[in-house]
């Protein structure tokens, strides 16, 4: 393994900190403050203008769709590659929209890819690779225990040429968003079927369909997350023609382990220059501030903490490139035990990591002026996203039983 980085990627990494530096971390204050006068206004969901102009610069920079490997829609990057350009990315809450690289959409569009008809790709994918919409994507469900996505309840029921859905959804990202328009759903077409991975089925439903009700959007410790956000969404009787399925019925679980799997390592890319953000705050903090007589950086309790901080996220970034370089020459299926081992150990550190650096900065940490409080939130509901903690620790133990039994 060598995880030298290639001069083209050196190059990318050089472009995407100085876009950084000249547009995305001055635009924070920005963003937050148009987000405030909408909510102030009544509708926060909706685009900001901001945002807008940052991904037109970040399309004309050529820093646009770095995701998607094995495809010559991306830009020819392989996960391997992405690694450190998502990391840069990760450092701000609105690093990933500017260069069309955010969650859900960047797993939706390589879902499309991977397992889209051409007219399914025509129609939805090419207008999100151009960022003119966004996608959300249907599976937990309130009313069953999710993370065994064999309970998933929705149905999916043909009738004619045409299937009818019915089920209530929740944590939906996006489908508050006006620009959210295609939804990729989970749910079951065969639940007789004599294998519980062959009963569920993914479909394309777009989200002006008639039946569909957005019920609410669902913040996530206090933060709404909009533009973007999350929602309960309540389909009745809803009709989408049976062209709008993916891949076939009862490949459902075929098609969410082909997707989560980068969604899963992209989130964790992103957790890295989340953390490398917090670690900076916790050293300027550190070095800025007197308590008893002495900095804070000259007490040893702080020094102990950057020091920890330092070795868990070199330690998760490598884990992070390794996963990546597995899924890169060996594929998605053989990388999955890599891919939980990483999806459990970078929240977890990004949560501790965030946590040392709002203790350093005191009351100051848990407020929104330097945004610790919101780091953190995001990072502690990535224990959860794409499948909690223990559903990837059970399944690292039975990859690593299976050698003995």
């Not at 919409?133 to 043909?158: H, K, L, Q, Y």
């Not at 007789?192 to 569920?200: A, L, N």
């Not at 973007?228 to 009745?236: I, R, T």
Request: proline share 5%; glycine share 8%; hydrophobic share 40%.
């Amino acid at each position: 393994m060598n995880f030298e980085h290639s001069d083209k990627v050196k190059n990318l990494q050089k472009r995407l900190i100085e876009f950084m530096d000249a547009h995305v971390y001055p635009a924070e204050a920005q963003f937050e403050a148009e987000m405030a006068a909408a909510r102030k206004a009544g509708n926060p969901w909706q685009p900001t203008p901001v945002m807008e102009s940052l991904k037109q610069k970040g399309k004309a920079a050529g820093l646009w769709n770095l995701f998607l490997p094995e495809s010559q829609l991306g830009a020819g990057l392989t996960n391997l590659e992405y690694a450190p350009l998502c990391e840069i990315m990760g450092r701000s809450m609105i690093g990933a929209e500017p260069f069309n690289c955010s969650a859900p959409d960047t797993g939706n569009m390589e879902t499309l890819v991977r397992y889209g008809s051409e007219a399914q790709q025509k129609q939805w994918l090419l207008p999100l690779l151009d960022g003119s919409i966004r996608s959300g994507f249907a599976m937990t469900e309130p009313a069953v225990a999710s993370s065994d996505a064999t309970n998933i309840a929705a149905r999916i029921e043909r009738d004619g040429d045409h299937y009818v859905i019915n089920a209530r959804k929740w944590w939906t990202s996006g489908a508050n968003d006006p620009r959210c328009k295609i939804l990729i759903f989970m749910g079951k077409t065969s639940p007789d079927h004599t294998d519980p991975h062959r009963r569920q089925s993914m479909i394309l439903v777009p989200l002006d369909t008639p039946g569909i009700t957005v019920l609410r959007h669902l913040p996530v410790f206090g933060y709404d997350d909009a533009p973007h956000g999350h929602a309960e969404v309540l389909f009745e009787n809803v009709r989408v023609p049976v062209s709008n399925t993916l891949l076939g019925e009862g490949r459902g679980f075929e098609i969410a382990q082909g997707r989560l799997g980068p969604g899963r390592i992209h989130h964790c890319m992103r957790l890295i220059g989340r953390a490398e953000r917090a670690l900076e705050a916790m050293c300027l903090r550190a070095s800025s501030r007197v308590a008893f007589g002495r900095k804070l950086s000259e007490q040893g309790v702080t020094r102990e903490r950057i020091a920890e901080a330092r070795i868990m996220i070199d330690q998760a970034r490598f884990l992070v490139l390794h996963a990546a370089w597995k899924m890169d020459t060996l594929g998605n299926k053989e990388a999955r035990k890599e891919i939980a081992m990483i999806k459990v150990a970078a929240p977890a550190m990004a949560c501790q990591v965030i946590d040392w650096a709002i203790q350093v900065h005191g009351g100051a940490g848990v407020s929104d002026d330097f945004g610790l409080a919101h780091a953190y939130a995001n990072a502690r509901t990535l224990r959860l996203a794409d499948g909690p903690d223990e559903v990837h620790r059970n399944a690292i133990a039975k990859m690593e039983l299976a050698a003995y039994l």
